[in-house]
């Protein structure tokens, strides 16, 4: 336990021997992955399994030859028959077109510009988008632009991991869950991914 991060957590009895079990935190952004492209990919995954989705997106990948990834311009030029045979339903269709919208009016920001705004402003702007929730936003908070103190409470896996952890008979609230991270600022997102791994050590419990 030579981080900081894990230092600072491990105050906590029951994080520090989980810390001890699980080894140090593999918490890793995507380089060089725009907001706007990781939201998309994010649209894409809901309610679907990784397989399926990266089948769809690979799909509307190769419609744009030209670029690595779509540009929001050329997405929003392109018929909706087109997205439909990529397997995007109505909704999800709507969704990417308003991620298109906004991140040509500047509501998604560059990777550059994003890392001068604030995460509580980064969460209210992009939940602006039709489709995009806070715990979206989140992850490619954690997960592309590699915030380090964000705490998706809202998360079943987050939640879980807590009551697991501490032998709680029901998961916190999230309000509460809000409460008790605060003790963990400013690294929730290595506290958060420590808890997804209670809950992954949760699973592989047989019950009796």
């Not at 309610?47 to 989705?53: E, P, S």
């Not at 190769?62 to 030029?77: G, I, K, R, S, Y």
């Amino acid at each position: 336990m030579s981080s900081e991060a894990t230092r600072h957590l491990a105050r906590d009895p029951a994080l520090k021997r989980l810390i001890r079990r699980v080894g140090p935190p593999q918490l890793r952004a995507e380089p060089g992955r725009s907001p706007y492209e990781a939201l998309l990919r994010a649209v894409a995954h809901q309610q679907l399994h990784g397989r399926a989705a990266e089948t769809i997106l690979g799909r509307f990948i190769a419609l744009f030859p030209e670029h690595d990834f779509p540009q929001p311009a050329q997405v929003l030029t392109t018929r909706e028959t087109a997205l439909r045979a990529c397997g995007f339903s109505q909704s999800k269709i709507a969704a990417i077109q308003d991620i298109c919208i906004k991140t040509l009016n500047g509501t998604v920001p560059t990777r550059r510009a994003a890392a001068r705004i604030p995460d509580a402003e980064l969460i209210e702007r992009l939940i602006q988008i039709r489709g995009v929730g806070r715990w979206t936003v989140e992850m490619v908070l954690m997960f592309t632009l590699g915030r380090p103190d964000i705490l998706p409470v809202d998360d079943f896996g987050v939640r879980e991991g807590y009551r697991l952890l501490h032998a709680l008979e029901e998961q916190p609230k999230p309000r509460a869950l809000a409460v008790i991270g605060e003790a963990w600022a400013p690294f929730r997102s290595t506290a958060a991914w420590y808890l997804w791994r209670a809950a992954d050590e949760g699973k592989k419990i047989k019950p009796a």
